[in-house]
């Protein structure tokens, strides 16, 4: 068996492992790009067209703290995946250490 082999037959018994990390980091990264592309469009890009300048300025900072706050929950949403699938896999790790992998 080669590396190669080995590498596919360990992703492939372990798809419920994989599918679920990739998942949660894949919808992560949406959602974050997803409110980066709507907070960067040309369209609502400067001073957001409101009656009031108050009200758009309030809009525009709203836009910019919200980007924040969706970075610092997909942030640690995703080191949260990375550290359960880890944990899923520690023993399996010890294993192939054991072995010399």
């Given at each position: 068996m080669?590396?190669?082999?080995?590498?596919?037959?360990?992703i492939f018994r372990n798809k419920r492992t994989y599918a679920a990390h990739f998942?949660?980091?894949a919808f992560s990264i949406?959602?974050?790009f997803t409110?980066?592309?709507?907070?960067?469009?040309?369209?609502?890009?400067?001073e957001l067209k409101s009656t009031?300048?108050?009200i758009s300025a309030f809009g525009t900072l709203g836009f910019s703290v919200s980007q924040g706050?969706?970075?610092?929950?997909?942030?640690?949403?995703?080191l949260y995946s990375v550290s359960s699938?880890?944990?899923?896999?520690?023993k399996e790790f010890g294993v192939l250490m054991m072995q010399g992998m």
């Open positions: 080669t590396f190669r082999q080995f590498a596919f037959n360990n998942l949660s980091s949406m959602i974050f409110y980066a592309l709507l907070l960067f469009h040309p369209d609502l890009q400067g009031s300048a108050t706050l969706i970075f610092v929950f997909s942030f640690f949403f995703i699938f880890l944990k899923t896999r520690k």
